[in-house]
C-alpha cells in the first residue's frame, strides 16, 4: 500500500514506501516513546533478573535502550556520509595490524562486535603468509644425538683458511720477537757483557804489572798494555792479535801481531803501532774515533813506559782489503817519512762492516810509569 509505514514484527517502523509505488529508501527506524510501557510488550517479555542474563545479553539490552532511543530523522547528507563510509570499510575490511610489542587486546562488547572480529581475524589469518615454523625447543640437559655431535664438532672446527692465517700470524709474531730479542742482545747485553771483560782484562794486565811479570812474548789474547782516549773518554786494554772471539768481541783492542799483518810496537825505535777495535756492540770502544781531531792525545800505558801520540790525520772510508794503511810509513796518512806511529782501524758505516775507517797519530813523547802520568792523563 502506497504511503503505509513497514512494520518489525516487534512494531517497531523499518522503512517508509515512497509515494507513487515502489520501494521507499531506507531510514534509521523511530522507536515510539510508549513501546516498552506497551502492556503486549511487557507480556511477550518478562523481565529477568540480572545475574540470570548472561553478559551478552545484558549487553544487547542495554545497546538496544541506546539504539532506539527516538531521535531526530537523518536528511539525505547524513546518509550520503554513512554509505561512503560503508563503502570504503566494505573495500578495505581488514583492520591494521598491532605492533609486536603491543599484544591485540580482546575484543568484548555485543554480539555484532565480537562476529565483526571473528570475520576480521579469519581475513586475516586467510590472506597472511603462514609462520615459519618454530623447530621444537630442545632441552638442554638432554643428551646430543650422534648426528647432533657431529654437527656441533663440524661447527666448532675451523676452516683451512682461518688456520692458515693464524699460522701465519704466529710465525711472523715469533719472527719479530726474536728479531727484537736479537737487537737488545747485540746493542745492550754485548756492551755490558764486553764491559765486565774489560775490567777482568785491565785488573789482570795490572796485577801482572804489580808482580812484575815480564813475558818474553805475549800469546794470542794476551793483554799487555791499556789506551787513553781523553776527549773521549775511552780506557781499553790491549790485546795481542784481532782475533773476533778472543780478542775484538770481549771489549778488547787488538794489536796487528800476525804476518803478514805484523805491525811494531809501541817501544820500537820505528814502526807503526797498528790496533783495531769494534765501533758498535761488544764494548765498542772506537765507535767516536771519526770526532777526533789534529792534535788531540792517544797514549798507550804499558809496564814500562807511558807512549803519547797527537791525532794527524784521518780516512773515513776505504776497503778492507787496503793493507797499505798499517805500513810501516801508512799510505793516506801524510807522513813523508819512517817514525813512530800509531793507527787506529775500525768499520764503517755504523752497524756494518763494509769499509773501514783509519785514524793516524805520531809519537810526541815517551815517559817512564815511574815518573807518574804524562800531561794528558793529569786533570
Request: contains cysteine; charged residues 25%; positive net charge.
Amino acid at each position: 500500500m502506497a504511503g503505509a509505514v513497514r512494520r518489525h514484527r516487534c512494531g517497531r517502523p523499518v522503512g517508509r514506501a515512497r509515494a507513487g509505488g515502489g520501494q521507499g529508501r531506507r531510514v534509521t527506524p523511530v522507536r515510539p516513546e510508549h513501546e516498552h510501557g506497551s502492556p503486549w510488550f511487557r507480556a511477550a517479555n518478562p523481565p529477568q533478573p540480572e545475574a540470570d542474563l548472561p553478559d551478552s545479553m545484558a549487553y544487547t539490552e542495554a545497546y538496544t535502550e541506546a539504539t532506539w532511543a527516538p531521535g531526530p530523522v537523518p536528511d539525505d547528507e547524513t546518509m550520503a556520509l554513512r554509505t561512503e563510509d560503508t563503502h570504503r570499510i566494505l573495500a578495505d575490511p581488514e583492520p591494521p595490524r598491532p605492533s609486536p610489542a603491543t599484544p591485540e587486546r580482546p575484543v568484548t562488547g555485543g554480539r555484532a562486535e565480537r562476529r565483526k572480529a571473528a570475520k576480521g581475524r579469519g581475513r586475516r589469518r586467510k590472506g597472511s603468509s603462514p609462520a615459519p615454523a618454530t623447530p621444537p625447543s630442545q632441552d638442554p640437559g638432554r643428551p646430543l644425538t650422534r648426528v647432533e655431535a657431529r654437527r656441533a664438532a663440524r661447527a666448532r672446527k675451523d676452516s683451512v683458511g682461518v688456520v692458515a692465517s693464524r699460522v701465519v700470524g704466529e710465525v711472523f709474531i715469533t719472527f719479530g720477537v726474536v728479531m727484537l730479542l736479537f737487537v737488545t742482545y747485540q746493542l745492550w747485553w754485548t756492551n755490558i757483557r764486553a764491559g765486565l771483560e774489560v775490567d777482568k782484562a785491565k785488573k789482570g794486565i795490572e796485577d801482572a804489572w804489580a808482580e812484575g811479570r815480564k813475558p818474553d812474548a805475549f800469546e794470542p789474547g794476551q793483554g799487555f798494555a791499556i789506551m787513553y782516549i781523553p776527549k773521549l773518554d775511552v780506557v781499553v786494554p790491549i790485546a795481542e792479535g784481532i782475533n773476533k772471539e778472543k780478542v775484538l768481541d770481549r771489549g778488547m783492542v787488538g794489536h796487528y801481531a800476525e804476518p803478514p799483518l805484523k805491525t811494531a810496537m809501541p817501544s820500537d825505535k820505528q814502526g807503526n803501532f797498528a790496533v783495531a777495535g769494534h765501533r758498535n756492540t761488544h764494548g765498542e770502544p772506537f765507535r767516536y774515533i771519526n770526532r777526533l781531531t789534529p792534535g788531540d792525545p792517544i797514549v798507550v800505558e804499558t809496564q814500562d813506559a807511558y807512549y803519547t801520540y797527537e791525532m794527524a790525520s784521518i780516512l773515513p772510508q776505504t776497503p778492507p782489503s787496503n793493507v797499505s794503511v798499517i805500513q810501516p810509513v801508512p799510505e793516506g796518512s801524510g807522513f813523508t817519512g819512517p817514525g813512530r806511529y800509531i793507527t787506529l782501524t775500525t768499520c764503517t758505516p755504523e752497524f756494518t762492516s763494509t769499509y773501514r775507517m783509519i785514524v793516524w797519530g805520531k809519537m810526541v813523547d815517551e815517559r817512564p810509569r815511574s815518573k807518574g802520568k804524562p800531561d794528558a792523563l793529569v786533570g
